[in-house]
C-alpha cells in the first residue's frame, strides 16, 4: 500500500497528516509533498506531533515532482490550494481523494492562539485520517 498526501508547502498539515498515517501501520508506505514546496518543516507542527509522541522532525519538505512517475494507491489532498494545482499524475493512481484542513500556520493572534490552532487542525487531521484508515485500508 502506497500513500502520497500533497498539500501546497508540505511543512505542516501534509506532514503532520503523513506521521499519523505511518503511526497507524507501519507496513504502509507513506511520502508527502508539496506542489510549491518551502523546503523546510514548520517548527509548530514539529512541536505539536511531538506532543502526542509522533516524530516528524527527520522528514523532509518535497516537491511532487519527485513522485510524479511512481505508481499510487492513494494521492490525496489536504489543502485548497494543492486540490486545485494537484498535478496530473503519469503513474498509476488508484484513488485520488481530497480531505481538507484549515492551513495554522497562516493563524493570526497571540502565540497562544496560534498554538491553539496548530493544536486544533492536528486533532482535526488525526480524526480524519484515522476515519480513512479504517474505512478504506484497515478494512
Not at 494521492?75 to 480531505?99: M, Q, Y
Request: hydrophobic letters at 40%.
Amino acid at each position: 500500500m502506497k500513500v502520497l498526501i500533497l498539500c501546497t508547502g508540505n511543512s505542516c498539515r501534509s506532514q503532520m497528516a503523513h506521521g499519523f498515517l505511518q503511526s497507524f501501520d507501519a507496513n504502509i508506505t507513506v511520502c508527502s509533498a508539496g506542489t510549491e514546496a518551502s523546503g523546510k518543516l514548520n517548527a509548530k507542527a514539529v512541536k505539536a506531533m511531538a506532543e502526542i509522541g509522533i516524530d516528524i522532525s527527520g522528514h523532509t519538505s518535497d516537491s511532487v515532482s519527485k513522485y510524479l512517475d511512481e505508481e499510487w494507491d492513494y494521492v490525496i489532498t489536504v489543502c485548497g490550494g494543492a486540490n486545485e494545482a494537484c498535478p496530473a499524475f503519469v503513474g498509476k493512481v488508484k484513488h485520488r481523494l481530497h480531505i481538507g484542513f484549515d492551513d495554522p500556520s497562516h493563524a493570526l493572534g497571540s502565540e497562544e492562539f496560534i498554538w491553539s490552532e496548530f493544536i486544533r487542525v492536528r486533532d482535526e487531521i488525526k480524526a480524519g485520517f484515522r476515519k480513512f484508515y479504517d474505512e478504506q485500508i484497515k478494512r
